[in-house]
């Protein structure tokens, strides 16, 4: 692949993208072949299996319902630093040994963590689901923790929390994450902070991994050239053993929205404005959860044709890049709108960004962009269930949410009911232009901040 | 957005096989209508979805000193609208069918794309054909749309220090061939790019013999074929695009750059030498050596840079084989807290010494083949990259020269990597480039 410019924003991975995936479905044209089985087993684990016998690969990911939000927060890190040092050692095995095996037969074998789950997968060709499976379960059975690699991945972690701070744009989205969220759980990077990693011992390591990498607490989802029937027999071969026991509950509940408006300003010596507004959102069962899919895309989800990059990209050329996102987690997440635009014009664009979310809530939306905009959500989803990859994610997170098997068929529906009514009731129930909090990080003396 | 750039170039561009392990021929249907466009179709009917591509032969090597970011430009101008398709309406329409498009520019090429519902093929033969020929330029627009651009070029290089040393290397090791310009422009070319320029580009570089269509999916040839000729056949073939002539002259003595930057955290390394690209047959062993560096957590670099030493947070390595014109093999790595760059880069220099003075284990190019076959297999698991791998390789060499691939690869022996390392990997033919953690002037 050549290094390339891409017109419009070059494709990239989101926290909560999962969730996003979830909106979008099978249009009518598509038979209704179940995406895949679904089996809960005896410990527990439910399994979910898509036959894709086409290429001979197979995918597996095994999501564990846990992840930074069950952390203690002087202990932030946690979960993260669990997952990724499962590959690094196991009873058995050296992390070279490890990455040696999965990468002879050209395999890929990783792990992390987000704020409310962790993944572990594997991706080989089918003649080495043997070898790929084994390492699988190895370490996520039997992982050693060991201390040189405790030490070597917080170091590592470390540089990459001092590298974070050369990229604008994500210092704007974590100190909005701050501000918004405070204590609870998101308010904090993943990945914790230099301090709180030095807080981690051992001890902790191995007690996360044992409460919560339990079968009764994960989903394990495989996609290729694998059917159900020989797929139940690798597991009963290599994770034999995977034991349910009883999972610790913790809930820190919904986060408290500030009250009032906030704004943060951050000086650094850059040639663009980094903007990140927003407020509370929603959680992904949040019922609204559809009508808001369409708000936001006709308001700023929707690429090129969105209402934002309309006023601030096309008509006046003041950004690249402006879009907007309800993040719906488990739990309440964050309404983000961000855009990056030279420090003179700072000022105008939050300016117009307000002004559209008012515009939104006053006048709702045309009949022409609903259309588009359900259009596009419910004909897009074999799009992005392209790959072996894709399936896997999208399985798990249907499980994960609850959302059933059938999802992909209900989901159309869901949608197709959106009226223009709804999509001005949620405009102007979860959007909130008088409120919220703006991070900008700019050259202050040259942006000159009227907020 | 990008933790770091080199992340992202670490992928290689695979080529692709067709089914089975041992049966690597891959076979598109291939013609060329009367007006000089190439079409080529693979059927692929694991779902009900059609990828449409149409690539046109030009990009950044295309370009004259003072037009940099033309190209790129020229691109973003294509979703403006013309007489009949109004400004925006290109992806209005192709979202209400539920489709996505975008396009992108390379340093040879600029293409375009749209995926769909298998049954909406229409739309994008209709769109493309129609924005081939009757594209509005106008200058208000044109305007606005560079303005965009300049943003974008904040956005990915001047507030971005990896970015900026990349280009940074790329400009020190061209010093006659514009693979020497950024993609996407120097800053001060960008403002002064006109309507009357890209007029003149797009008269010169958009025509039917000038581009090429693939389309993949779920579609029967027999009857899309008739559609293409249809939508594009009465198109009149344009003049040839003049060529490109430049050639770089042979590097004689290391170049070094250092880019100081108050907003970059940590140091880094890039090193960079002049390699030959898939039309020599030593590009085999080089995208081999690639993967013995820098495929994965046990591959050389990382193993040793980082794993052992703990000298790098991380290290790799990026080769460009598809390409045009000859290009350059690099190592990269970010230099770890507490750590130097001067025991960084001689760590890294004898990484290299090392493949030139002893030959690797059997296993452990075995392990490099096994990657890149398995690689193989896994791209084709989307129809968009087997899509951008055809026509990738027929602007740069003819779409059939994929199928050399993985011959050429299972041929090269031990031998041939400590060759081409001790033929490439040489100080005078290497530009070094240093991204330095600066003092912030404003900071007083």
Known sequence: MKNEEWRLIRPRMRTGLVLLLLGIVLPRLVEAVPLGHRVERDNGL?????????????????????????EPREKAGLANLTAVLLPEGTVSRTALEISEAIEFVGGGLGADASRNHSTLSVTVLKKDLDIGLELLADVLLHPAFREDEIARKIGELKGYIRQKQENPGTVAREAFAAALFGDHPYGRPVEGTEKSLNRITRKDLVNFHRRYYVPNNSIMAV?????????????????????RAAVPTVNPGNAAAPAGRQVLKINRGVTQANIVWGHLGIARRNPDYYALSVMNFILGGG????????????????????????SARLLPGPFVVGLQTKNETANPAIDEVLRQIRRIRETGVTPEELEEAKGFLTGSFPLRIDTNRDVVSFLTAIEYYGLGMDYPDRYPEFIRAVTRADVLRVARKYLHPDQGILVVVADLEKAKLAF | MRR????????????????GVEAWELEAFETTLDNGLKVLLLEEHKAPVVTFHIWYRVGSRNEQVGHTGLAHLMEHMMFKGTPTIGGQEFSRIIKRNGGRDNAFTSQDYTGYFVTLAADRIHLPLQLESDRMVNLRLDTDEVKRERSVVMEERRLRTEDDPSSALWEEIQAAAFKAHPYGNPIIGWMEDLRQLHQADLAAFYKSYYSPNNAVVVVVGDFDRAKLLPKIKKAFGSIPRGLNPPSVRSVEPPQNGQRRVVLTRPDAQLPSIVAAYHVPTLTDSDSYALEVLEVVLAGGKSAQLHRHLVYEMQLALNAGAYYSRVSADPDLFSLYCTVAPGKSVGEMEEALFAEIEQLKSKLISSRELQKAKNQIEASFIFSQDSIFSLARQLASYEIVAGWRSVNAYLPGIRAVTREDLRRVARKYLVAENRTVGILVPGRDPSEK
């Open chain 1, 46 to 70: 439910i399994l979910l299996v898509a036959e894709r016998p086409t290429l001979p690969m197979v995918t597996v990911e095994i999501l564990v319902r846990t992840g930074s939000t069950e």
């Open chain 1, 223 to 243: 996609a290729g050239e694998v059917t159900l029937k020989e797929f139940r027999g690798y597991v009963d071969k290599y994770f034999t053993g995977w034991a």
């Open chain 1, 303 to 326: 690429g090129l044709t969105s209402r934002l990059m309309r006023a601030i990209r096309e008509e006046r050329g003041w950004a690249y890049d402006v879009h907007s996102f309800f």
């Open chain 2, 4 to 19: 770091t750039s080199w992340v992202i170039l670490g992928f290689l561009i695979l080529g692709l096989g067709a089914r």
